[in-house]
């Protein structure tokens, strides 16, 4: 009986144990992304690399360092944009409309970001109105409203693409649940060019 | 279908295939980067780039490793990138939005959300290495002979950010209990 040393042995707690069941049941708990994420994504990564693998047979530029410096000053301008004419858009072609007026959106922000590594730019479309699904389309994927899906944010009005892009100037625009297509009026936009009117955005290859 | 099997109908030119790959692991993914960067914006740009990546590389994937560890390898290096890019930017870390979504949740889960809070938030307190040490290690659930084969530490070093990672935890989270 009193040799019997396991009946006087008490585990006591192995802290580790318990705070990794604390982690485990934590990240269980993780939100998860919303139906079809997956699918954009993959959708984005396909169309976005059939992208880069066009651009790299091209040739490409070689970043150079000043163009951190120009790309810092045009995404200020970008984002300031102070040469903006209020309710501009409409345009030659009837099926494109400025966000402004586009069901009942009051505001439109949208935001285009340098990504640090200098060869991405990740377009953000915040949308009031209701829409099952939105693309960016420009001449870096031929203007198909089915090569870039945007991906939506939980929780908001948000939508977001990161699309890889060669330095220079792009064109681009977006398109509502594959029919209607948008400009951001409060963006650069540039005359028509056969596509209905649409933003420019300027990238360039260096660090912000 | 195997991953082996998916990868190698991705070599073959089979986007479907690669489809496939992105929706088993895309949550993951996400998941990880999400508790490593503390913002769900910043993880999903990083898994889409990570995704990116292994792409245009799934002609270089050894068909020896897990396909999940080289995701991992990729995703790691991926989320430090997006650390150190984040410069100057306010970090805005996890708890925040995790409060959030489990605001909602019903009544037997507020308790268990109300923790997790808590423990994201000492989480996002610790150095980026330990917290990733500690998310490969608790959350992962990986042997250190599989945390060394992500992150390229040797497994002596990843036994120590573990250890103090977890010291460091249990540190916060007693001050937040007293």
């Not at chain 1, 993959?42 to 976005?48: E, F, H, M, N, S």
């Not at chain 1, 009837?94 to 966000?99: C, I, K, Q, V």
């Not at chain 2, 990570?50 to 290096?77: C, S």
């Not at chain 2, 989320?79 to 489990?102: K, S």
Request: aromatic share 6%; hydrophobic share 40%; proline share 4%.
């Amino acid at each position: 009986m009193s040799d019997d040393k396991s009946m006087l042995t008490f585990p006591s707690p192995d802290e580790d144990v318990v705070l990794a069941a604390q982690i485990a049941a934590m990240y269980a708990a993780t939100p998860t992304p919303e139906a079809g994420a997956a699918e954009r994504c993959a959708r984005a990564v396909i169309a976005g690399s059939m992208h880069a693998s066009t651009r790299s047979s091209l040739g490409g530029l070689r970043p150079r360092w000043w163009w951190g410096a120009v790309a810092a000053a045009l995404l200020v301008a970008v984002t300031l944009r102070p040469w903006r004419a209020i309710g501009r858009g409409g345009g030659a072609n009837a099926s494109t409309t400025t966000l402004s007026d586009a069901g009942g959106v009051t505001q439109p922000t949208g935001l285009v970001t340098v990504l640090a590594n200098g060869t991405a730019v990740r377009f953000d479309l915040r949308l009031p109105a209701t829409a099952n699904e939105v693309a960016i389309v420009g001449d870096f994927n031929g203007w198909d409203e089915n090569a870039t899906p945007m991906l939506h944010r939980n929780g908001d009005d948000s939508w977001s693409a990161q699309v890889p892009l060669t330095p220079g100037r792009h064109v681009y625009a977006f398109v509502i649940d594959g029919t209607r297509w948008l400009v951001d009026p409060l963006a650069p936009q540039v005359p028509d060019s056969g596509f209905g009117p649409s933003n420019a955005v300027v990238v360039e290859g260096g660090t912000q | 279908m195997t991953d082996a099997e998916l990868v190698t109908r991705t070599r073959d030119g089979d986007t479907d295939a690669f489809g496939t790959l992105v929706s088993r692991y895309y949550e993951a993914c996400r998941r990880f980067a999400y508790h490593m960067l503390g913002d769900r914006s910043d993880a999903e740009d990083v898994v889409q780039e990570t995704l990116m990546r292994a792409y245009r590389a799934i002609a270089r994937y050894d068909e020896r490793d897990q396909f999940r560890g080289w995701l991992f390898r990729i995703l790691t290096n991926q989320c430090r990138n997006a650390l150190t890019a984040r410069g100057r930017r306010t970090r805005r870390f996890v708890q925040d939005e995790l409060a959030i979504d489990q605001a909602h949740a019903p009544a037997a889960g507020l308790q268990l959300g109300v923790e997790h809070a808590a423990l994201s938030r000492a989480l996002a307190q610790l150095d980026a290495l330990q917290r990733e040490a500690i998310l490969l290690k608790y959350a992962e659930g990986l042997e250190y002979t599989e945390m060394s084969a992500i992150t390229g530490v040797g497994e002596s070093a990843l036994k120590m950010r573990v250890k103090r990672g977890s010291e460091r935890l249990r540190a916060i989270l007693g001050t937040r209990d007293e």
